[in-house]
């Protein structure tokens, strides 16, 4: 299984982004799909996901009026719709995928480690 994270690229401050996770090789049931990013020296940082299958979403607080995630029509692929991008949302955008649990524990679902299969990142960059 291959997740490939597409779409970023440097934008001014109050630009807008699309990112894309598109999935690839085997088939797998994903039960929630992730996006996590990480800036250089801290920790990968939890910023959205979306759940199998009614849709529900998750989102860090700091960017739910901002940001959006939803899955196309009849694919397995995961966008990230990002506005008003400011300064501190620069980072490396990682999506992530996991086969079991649920969008409704939240503590999980922003855990890194309960993914089980990871893209390979795509960087923003937003200048000020």
């Known amino acids: 299984v291959q997740l490939q994270a597409s779409g970023g690229g440097l934008v001014m401050a109050g630009g807008s982004l699309r990112l894309s996770c598109a999935v690839g090789?085997?088939?797998?049931?994903?039960?929630?799909m992730g996006w996590f990013r990480q800036a250089p020296g801290k920790e990968r940082e939890f910023v959205a996901a979306i759940g199998w299958p009614d849709d529900s979403t998750l989102y860090l607080e700091s960017v739910k009026d901002r940001f959006t995630i939803s899955k196309e029509s009849g694919s397995s692929t995961v966008t990230l719709q990002m506005d008003n991008l400011q300064a501190e949302d620069t980072a490396v955008y990682y999506c992530a995928a996991a086969t079991s649990g649920s969008i409704r524990w939240m503590v999980a679902t922003m855990t890194p480690s309960s993914y089980d299969y990871w893209g390979q990142g795509t960087l923003v960059t937003v200048s000020s």
């Open positions: 090789g085997r088939a797998v049931s994903s039960r929630v």
